[in-house]
């Protein structure tokens, strides 16, 4: 049961343009949602959070969209640069302290 | 501050072996998760503690997996017998509120 998916298992941009990534939940008791971006041979670093009481949280080039009626939620890259080449995991939880639900990732690489 | 450590960072062994995994979590963090990341897909908790009790256990294959956080700070996981499906990233992470992970034990059975 893959109660978080991210549907999309590639995205190519160019570098200056916005990054979309897409993050679709099951669980209805999920409550916060993070996402994390992963370089090869690294552990996955954490980039920004949102809990279900907002619909949006902003830092710096990074913005988290939260869609609770459609169980959804994206991640904005603007503008996206080379060096956020990453595989990008959003993940879920029912609250700050429980384990984390993650989605299969999405490559992202960003073109000079 | 220094992160979450862990070690080895890459172990190679034949199935029916054992083997274990260390993990030193950022210094005051009294919460710990262990993480098994199959290739091409998110991490999946295996267990997480609270200090030095378990919290969550259910997805831990407890007839070949074990875990123990003796003094409430530093963890390993054990694999005994390690079988072919368990090569795997082995993640650990600690929280105060947001996980932050370490580099991970890349395992690869033989």
């Known amino acids: 049961d893959q109660q978080v998916k991210q549907n999309s298992p590639s995205l190519s941009v160019q570098e200056g343009r916005i990054s979309i990534l897409n993050c679709d939940y099951t669980n209805s008791m999920f409550d916060y949602f993070l996402w994390y971006k992963k370089y090869p041979a690294e552990g996955p670093t954490f980039l920004i959070s949102i809990s279900s009481i907002k619909d949006k949280n902003e830092d710096g080039r990074f913005t988290v969209f939260l869609n609770k009626s459609a169980k959804h939620l994206s991640l904005h890259i603007v503008p996206s640069q080379p060096g956020d080449s990453a595989v990008y995991f959003c993940?879920?939880?029912?609250?700050?302290?429980?384990?984390?639900?993650f989605g299969e990732g999405t490559q992202l690489t960003v073109n000079p | 501050e220094a992160g979450v450590a862990q070690s080895p960072r890459y172990k190679i062994i034949e199935k029916r072996q054992s083997v274990a995994f260390w993990c030193n979590p950022i210094s005051g963090h009294a919460t710990l998760y262990w993480y098994q990341q199959i290739l091409g897909q998110g991490p999946k908790l295996l267990i997480q503690?609270?200090?030095?009790?378990?919290?969550?256990d259910s997805q831990l294959p407890k007839d070949r997996f074990s875990a123990e956080r003796l003094k409430g700070v530093d963890s390993t996981l054990k694999i005994q017998p390690a079988k072919l499906e368990d090569s795997a990233v082995y993640l650990c992470?600690?929280?105060?509120?947001?996980?932050?992970f370490g580099p991970g034990t890349r395992l690869t059975v033989l």
């Open positions: 992470a600690s929280s105060e509120n947001t996980q932050y």
């Open positions: 993940a879920a939880s029912v609250d700050r302290g429980s384990r984390l639900t």
């Open positions: 503690f609270q200090n030095n009790g378990v919290v969550d």
